[in-house]
């Protein structure tokens, strides 16, 4: 197919979608909500994924060491860590170190305010093997009267593990139905296009046009549906993001700090979503007129 | 150019349309098929442009097989025919010449050649002074003599008209045929299904007869019976 003919069918196609205004306007619709409820899930689950920290994280757990505890305790401790089965790596913080990083995160010099190493814990960062051990571990240390306190990742390994699972599959059932829902509507679009053009497909088949210079078109309009739709919903999906990511850049580093917050960058997600509804619209829609040429369209 | 060797052609429903038909149309001829509504005129045509298959029996067309050809090849094949029809089927949101020029781009004929080519064939057909007119500004019979000029675009071997002149006045039906008679002379081979029998009794050409699925009368300088 030569280019003059590439831009002549989608010329046509554009006049035929034209044709049959209301029913393209509805698909695009279809094809919008589609990729708009995908897109709005998948981004919190990005957005998700990228505060809930790495896998790795996740099977972290920080064993704070009372203040008063002596070297002695504190290698004993040790011993029992270096024997448990459960845990992949063990790294010590003394109160030195926990002292020196604590300072690079506030200006003021804490020695100023009368505060020293003494004050702050020394730690442990153990890294379990296995998720499953998390909450058992956690707990058997928390009775050891040389534990202090135990920090992990439980809130978010817990939320990610369940709650994560939920909406995936809520998205994914919602996301189906209506790329379904998509595919059969542009598929009636193309259908009635199809039948309003038997004419001209009569007279091609006759001319001798090849099957694919026949069903090409329709497939090219249902395309153009789905990319149609998929700029809308990137319009749409970009404008809100960028506005949500603005004001989460403006709130104040303290804030951050707190909440531990942060979105997943604005260039590369906006790159992501734009590719991502593409490829899922023009699949929709090459999908749904491929369903009616299928029943359709006889060569 | 067009074989049948006993053709039978039965279709879901159990009508068996044509019976073990036999019949042999040379190239260069023009052959007009009649018979009444029922008798197998049409399905004889639809199976000569391969738009039906024979539930028996061979057909050979230009040299295709029509029983065993690739789908793939169909589109040579169509190539090699032109097809007229009754309502004309022309675009009605194209001119006279986009619809002539319509099927040299649909074959992949090159814009220059296109042209060229897309006014001579209306002139062909004597309307090239309404190139720039649109179906439903034509009369009947222009409308007729585009589509002609339409089959006639990629020079066929064979040009099969299904009721050309069904939707004309006598007049105008004569003026198609006699038309049809001078494209016959080019050395294009027609064949006119038809049960107008204007048009039969005043080309004088061969009629073969079909009634009930079967040929009942073939002859060469044949009158409508």
């Keep these: 197919m030569s280019f003059t003919n590439f831009f002549r069918i989608i ?3 554009f006049t035929n979608l034209s044709r049959n205004r209301v029913l393209t306007i509805t698909s695009i619709f279809t094809v919008f909500l589609t990729l708009v409820l995908i897109g709005v899930f998948g981004l919190f689950l990005l ?35 270096v024997l448990d089965s459960r845990i992949a790596t063990i790294e010590y913080v003394s109160k030195e170190e926990a002292f020196e990083s604590t300072k690079e995160l506030f200006d003021e010099d804490l020695l100023d305010l009368g505060l020293g190493a003494d004050f702050l814990p020394a730690s442990f960062v153990v890294t379990l093997n296995n998720y499953d051990d998390v909450d058992y571990f956690v ?31 809520i998205s994914g059932v919602l996301g189906a139905i209506l790329a379904f829902l998509a595919v059969l509507l542009i598929s009636n679009t193309i259908r009635l296009t199809v039948y309003s053009r038997n004419d001209e497909v009569v007279i091609m088949k006759f001319i001798g046009a090849t099957e694919s210079r026949i069903k090409i078109p329709f497939v090219i309009e249902g395309g153009l549906i789905g990319c149609i739709g998929a700029i809308i919903s990137f319009i749409v999906t970009g404008l809100v993001y960028s506005k949500l990511y603005s004001a989460f850049a403006s709130t104040s580093g303290e804030e951050m700090f707190l909440t531990g917050l942060r979105m997943a960058p604005l260039k590369e997600t906006l790159l992501m979503i734009f590719f991502g509804y593409m490829v899922l619209g023009v699949l929709l829609g090459v999908l749904g007129s491929l369903m009616a040429i299928r029943r359709h369209l006889k060569v | 150019m067009i074989i049948l060797k006993n053709v039978t ?27 009444p509504s029922g008798s197998g005129k049409s399905t004889l045509v639809k199976l000569i442009m391969r738009e039906e298959i024979a539930t028996y029996g061979e057909i050979y ?16 094949f169509r190539r090699s025919i032109g097809v007229v029809f009754q309502d004309f089927k022309l675009l009605p949101n194209k ?30 057909v004597g309307l090239k002074h309404k190139d720039k007119a649109y179906p439903d500004e034509l009369s009947g019979g222009e409308q007729q003599r585009v589509a002609l000029a339409r089959a006639i675009a990629n020079n066929p071997d064979l040009l099969i008209c299904d009721e050309p002149t069904g939707n004309l006045d006598p007049k105008t039906s004569i003026g198609i045929i006699e038309l049809l008679g ?25 009629v073969i007869v079909l009634k009930d699925g079967r040929i009942i009368n073939d002859k060469m300088r044949g009158q409508y019976i």
């Design chain 1, 11 to 13: 010329r046509e196609s």
């Design chain 1, 47 to 81: 957005n998700l994924s990228y505060n809930a920290s790495s896998l790795d994280e996740l099977l972290e757990v920080k064993i704070f060491i009372v203040t008063e505890a002596d070297i002695d305790t504190i290698n004993a401790f040790n011993e029992r860590l």
């Design chain 1, 139 to 169: 707990a058997e240390v928390r009775e050891m009267p040389e534990v202090y306190k135990v920090v992990y990742h439980k809130d978010s390994f817990n939320f990610t593990s369940n709650y994560s699972k939920w909406i995936r599959m």
């Design chain 2, 9 to 35: 052609k039965v279709y879901k429903n159990g009508t068996e349309a044509l019976k073990k038909i036999n019949m042999a149309i040379p190239k260069g001829e023009f052959a007009f098929i009649i018979g």
């Design chain 2, 61 to 76: 067309v230009n040299g295709f097989d029509m029983q065993g050809i690739d789908r793939y090849q169909i589109p040579t």
């Design chain 2, 95 to 124: 001119t006279a010449y986009d619809n002539v020029e319509f099927a040299l781009q649909i074959t992949g004929t090159h814009k220059r050649d296109i042209s060229k080519m897309v006014p001579q064939l209306l002139d062909v």
């Design chain 2, 182 to 206: 001078r494209i016959n002379k080019m050395g294009t081979t027609i064949i006119v299904a038809t049960h107008d029998s204007n048009i039969v009794n005043f080309m004088q050409k061969r």
